[in-house]
């Protein structure tokens, strides 16, 4: 059988331009397929310490340092408590990874994917993949038919396919098995400000997530002067919206006055956006001949922050697989076993914490957090995306969740309420009305 390519990537995201960058620098042809072109648009800003070493394998670091905020830690404000609560990445477990950044994405997207070119993938910028077939299995490999701006179609005949689609989820549509996640919902509308209050000093990059009725905001400081400020809501609230976009994502932001104290002297210097069916998930996590990354094969919630660095590590874990398998055909089964593992790991260890993170009991642990046992540790190696590796934090978190639920038990009405509320918020709804500026 002849082949056009080795491995066809659908995305140049970041796990797409990862896996692409990591499978050419090991000698395979690559052909990377992208339909917009870069520097584009997208949300997403704030990274974890753990894609430090991502960026490092990638020769990139200094790259990414020059582009981004730095960020050493998360704040977190809640109307139910009368102070704040900061943490730092530098307690953590793991006291080598004190810091991230926070990025413009069209920037640090632009630079991934002309990284992935520079190692040596082909990269096809404004193609848009409308078809793929991967019925060939193992030997047959896969179909893959582009279209290009000006109209014209191409098809390529490769031995494998990365899905990196992000949230257009192409495989899971085709294949018809995404599925809502039965355990979260959540939406989202969000915007650029300028002259937003930061915190002072080193604290300037810090994350800052303030709790409010109707879910929970995100303050994330940029290098340029802008800060990005969205909204996480549960679907009721965005459905009930009965004015223009903009004018009711300030109104909501009026909901916090913690927020709208830190935007006060701010101006609002884009178009505010939205986003419904937040959370989802897939039934698997690849083929015989094909894989799904990051947002291609699952999102939950973006409130850690953990978007790109579970999907540069599925850029990294993916091409460590499909490395496998085209080079040992024999060890094929357990190289995307291995890969199945890690890219079921990460959304699972953050969902516990993502699920409950409105709670009351979890807030008032955020709120008030005690080191027995090296939990808060643990807690912050988990925020700091530090799951991966041979960090011990798995039985201090155990010792965590004990906590939560012996708490939740004590003050159990109030916990009681507090689920009845969440099943109830959790209800889809249909995105009419979520277009921007509308």
Not at 347 to 370: C, N
């Amino acid at each position: 059988m002849a082949f056009d390519r080795d491995v066809i990537v659908i995305g140049g995201g970041p796990a797409g331009s990862t896996a692409a960058a990591l499978l050419a620098e090991k000698g395979h042809r690559v052909t990377l397929l992208e339909k917009a072109r870069h520097p584009r648009f997208h949300i997403g800003e704030s990274l974890l310490p753990a894609n430090l070493p991502i960026f490092d394998r990638l020769g990139v670091g200094d790259e990414i340092r020059a582009l981004g905020m730095e960020k050493r830690g998360a704040e977190f404000v809640s109307p139910w408590h009368d102070h704040r609560q900061i943490f730092e990445f530098a307690d953590a477990w793991d006291k080598s990874m004190p810091h991230a950044y926070q990025v413009r994405r069209s920037e640090f997207d632009a630079v991934l994917i002309r990284n992935a070119s520079r190692l040596g993938a082909e990269v096809i910028e404004g193609c848009r993949v409308v078809d793929a077939d991967v019925s060939g299995g193992v030997e047959g490999g896969v179909s893959v038919t582009g279209r290009h701006e000006d109209g014209r179609e191409q098809i390529w005949r490769a031995r494998f396919l990365v899905d990196a689609s992000g949230r257009d989820t192409f495989m899971a549509n085709r294949l018809k098995s995404k599925q809502r996640n039965p355990k979260h919902n959540s939406s989202a509308m969000y915007g650029h400000f300028r002259g937003a209050k930061r915190l002072d000093g080193r604290k300037e990059g810090h994350i800052t997530v303030f709790w409010f009725d109707h879910g929970w905001f995100w303050f994330i400081p940029l290098r340029d002067g802008t800060t990005s400020v969205g909204a996480t809501v549960w679907p009721y609230y965005l459905k009930r919206r009965n004015k223009p976009l903009r004018e009711f994502f300030l109104d909501t932001i009026a909901l916090s006055p913690a927020l709208g104290e830190r935007l006060a002297d701010a101006e609002l210097v884009n178009e505010v956006e939205a986003t419904g069916n937040f959370s989802y998930l897939n039934d698997h996590t690849h083929g015989d001949n094909y894989l799904l990354l990051g947002d291609a094969f699952a999102f939950i919630d973006p409130v850690f922050s953990s978007g790109v660095m579970l999907a540069m590590q599925g850029g990294v874990g993916g091409a460590d697989a499909i490395d496998t398998v085209l080079r040992a055909p024999s060890r094929r089964r357990a190289a995307l076993a291995r890969f199945d593992r890690m890219a079921r790991h990460g959304p699972r260890e953050f969902a516990w914490f993502i699920y409950r993170i409105t709670s009351p009991t979890m807030r008032d642990l955020f709120m008030a957090p005690r080191n027995m046992f090296r939990v808060r540790e643990a807690l912050l190696s988990v925020l700091a995306g530090d799951i991966y590796g041979k960090t011990p934090i798995w039985h201090s978190l155990r010792v965590f969740k004990v906590i939560y639920y012996l708490t939740a038990l004590r003050y159990l009405p109030r916990s009681f309420a507090a689920w009845r509320r969440r099943r109830a918020n959790i209800r889809p709804m249909d995105d009419t009305g979520l277009s921007a500026g509308t």
